[in-house]
Structures are given as structure tokens and as C-alpha cells.
């Protein structure tokens, strides 16, 4: 009788811990933190725009979700954008200063796609690594 309840009881523990495992797993997974993370290349904004706009899916299996470093001449700012050389638009982690207009800069950030209306190669997590 002892060994049909020990049974009785993994089996029970099983199935309650079971779906928590997976929960926490699988389908719940932190969010990456890409500041923290090494680049996998370094890429001027113009030849990052130029791949884009010369073969998207190509430049989306290269690029697409990985994390880059874009260097370039920031163009325009807005209390948490910032766009480089007019190619490349950087969701920021933070506030970003008015004064780096039209200053050289190195950013790192997360490549989320190309933006055919605007023309665009956007960018999220982004941080400045270099003025």
C-alpha cells in the first residue's frame, strides 16, 4: 500500500509543478538586455540603409533582431529618439540631449526592421556608446 501512495504522490507533485516549470521556462523568459550585450557588428547607418533598401529579406536575415552598433552623424532628437544620418531611427533607453545634434556617435541597439514608407532601418534598446 506504501508504494502505490509514493506513486500516487509523484504522480501528484508531477502535475501540480508541472505546468509552474513550464510557465517559468518556456514561456515566460526575461527580456534581453541589450545594453549588456556584445555586438555582432558594427555597420555605418548608410550602408545599414543601403543593404535595407536594396534587398529587405536579405538585410532582415542578416540584421533583423540582433544586436548592432551603428555609426553615423545624429540628425535629429526628441526627448527619447534619436535618428543617425537620416537612415536610422533609435528608440532610446532614456533621455537623450538636444547637443548631440550633428555630432558623431556610435549606437548600440536592437535591429527590429526597415520602415518602407519612411524609408528607415529602426532601431529599440538603444544606448550610446560612443560620442
Known sequence: M?????????????ISFGPYYIYQNVLYKDARDINNEKSALTISAQNLEKEYAANPSQA????LNKTIE???IVSEVTDSTMVV???????MNGEVKKTLINKQINIKGRCIGYDDLFELVKFDQCSIQQQ
Do not use: E, N, P, S
Not at 506504501?2 to 508531477?14: E, N
Open 2 to 14: 506504501t508504494k502505490t501512495r509514493i506513486k500516487i504522490l509523484i504522480f501528484l507533485l508531477v
Open 60 to 63: 532582415d536575415a542578416k540584421y
Open 70 to 72: 551603428v555609426q553615423g
Open 85 to 91: 544620418d537620416k537612415k536610422v531611427f533609435c528608440k
